[in-house]
């Protein structure tokens, strides 16, 4: 792609003039439920904000690296790359932190997330615009791959950018260019759990509800109705009185009403939205606040189940969008980025330095390597750099070589 793309842009097609992703979400999608699928109602149901929220902000505290590859599988931390440089403040507004996890932000709610790159003279790139997906129409080439980004600004300037001016991350796919948000590929289930808070919603707002009625056996005056009531609620109504005992008289009685089968389903139609929406992010239910069938054990699993299958994904997808967009053919080739995964997988205090002093008995880390893990500062001494090997470990080489058997 070239100049000549910018100028005879009217020969594209547009690849989400067909409905697929947030295209569909920005408009209104009604379900069977009759509810309305769309970003904004989909990010106030709590279980989809905080998985949201869990996957964008745990990713975003992650570090990222920039490793010069060194041959033999050796990689050599290079900061001072401009990839390296370029992540320590993407922007002058946002911080690293900020800048992705409202990357995937966008992403989780919409399927797609843009920022514009920018380039100095030599072409490194030097910060990152990020765009709201609303504001970005993606069009194809006929009869090529290739794609251009047309972008609305908020100064209301309509500009259009080259693929490897824009760093686009996608969800799947169904064409491999725009991907798909999952609110839309599960919009019916997700409109179910909106209809049941809209209804929940109602209920609350319209519905009367008593905690328990007063019957007197003979026919009663106004006066003494309303005296009675009012009594009964200064003596025993309000947090303070909880546990008092009654005195009826003149034989009332108290009729104490529980909660209703009809209330009791909503509840737990209300938690199986919940379960749905982390099924969809493949976020663990203790995550969302919900331990109600956790313990410490499998929450403890749960957490490495998050790490392994919920965040890697991101995780890799990060990465090699990374690569793609801000390195060249030849970068590619000399350098990889890496984003440290260590501080989710670490295990217990316990556990580490146990399987620490293991690595160090058997010489497979020196002292000053896992005070590195360990944010603790190298060893003045030289012993802090030596590898020890247990003496019913060593090489049978080590000494002088074995006589042949006469």
């Given amino acids: 792609m070239n100049l000549l793309t910018r100028i005879f842009g009217s020969r594209t097609e547009r690849r989400n003039a067909v409905p697929t992703s947030w295209d569909l979400m920005r408009g209104l999608t009604e ?93 490194a790139p030097i910060g990152l615009i990020p765009y709201h997906p609303d504001q970005v129409s993606v069009w194809r080439i006929p009869k090529t791959r290739q794609v251009v980004y047309d972008i609305s600004d908020l100064d ?21 260019i725009i991907g798909k948000s999952r609110l839309q ?3 019916e289930a997700l409109g179910t ?38 009594s009964f609620t200064d003596e025993y109504a309000g947090p303070g009185k909880a546990g008092k005992v009654a005195v009826l008289e003149e034989g009332l009685k108290w009729q104490s009403i529980s909660v209703s089968p009809e209330d009791a389903e909503l509840l737990a139609s209300r938690r199986f939205g919940t379960e ?28 490495r189940m998050f790490a392994t299958h919920c965040l890697t994904p991101w995780i890799v997808r990060l990465e090699q969008v990374i690569m793609r967009d801000l390195l060249s053919e030849e970068g590619q080739r000399t350098h990889l980025v890496e984003i440290d995964q260590d501080d989710l997988l670490r295990g217990d205090m316990l556990t580490r330095w146990q399987s620490y002093r293991i690595m160090r008995e058997i010489g497979g880390a020196s002292a000053n390597e896992i005070r590195a893990w360990e944010k603790i500062n190298r060893r003045s001494d030289p012993a802090g750099d030596e590898f020890l090997s247990p ?14 058997a006469e």
């Fill in 276 to 303: 749905t929406i982390a099924r969809i992010y493949r976020v663990p239910l203790p995550l969302l606040a919900d331990i109600s069938n956790g313990s410490y054990a499998n929450v403890v699993e749960l957490n």
């Fill in 185 to 187: 590929r599960t919009r």
């Fill in 193 to 230: 759990t909106i209809a049941t808070e809209w209804h929940a919603a109602s209920t609350f707002k319209n519905g009367v509800r008593l905690s328990g009625v007063l019957s007197h056996p003979d026919r009663i005056s106004t006066g003494a109705h309303n005296h009675i009531r009012d």
């Fill in 156 to 176: 209301g300037r309509r500009r259009r950018l080259l693929s490897e001016e824009v760093l686009h991350l996608r969800d799947r796919s169904d064409d491999g």
């Fill in 31 to 123: 379900t069977q439920s009759r509810a309305i699928v769309s970003p904004y109602y989909a990010e106030n149901l709590s279980a989809v904000y905080a998985c949201i929220q869990c996957i964008s902000e745990t990713v975003a505290c992650l570090p990222l690296h920039v490793y010069r590859r060194a041959g033999d599988g050796v990689k050599l931390a290079d900061n001072q790359h401009p990839v390296a440089r370029l992540f320590q403040q993407p922007n002058t507004i946002q911080t690293a932190s900020e800048f992705f996890e409202m990357l995937l932000g966008h992403c989780l709610l919409r399927g797609n997330a843009y920022a514009e790159i920018e380039r100095d003279r030599r072409g």
């Fill in 391 to 404: 003496m019913n470990m060593q090489s049978e080489q080590s000494g002088a070589p074995k006589q042949a």
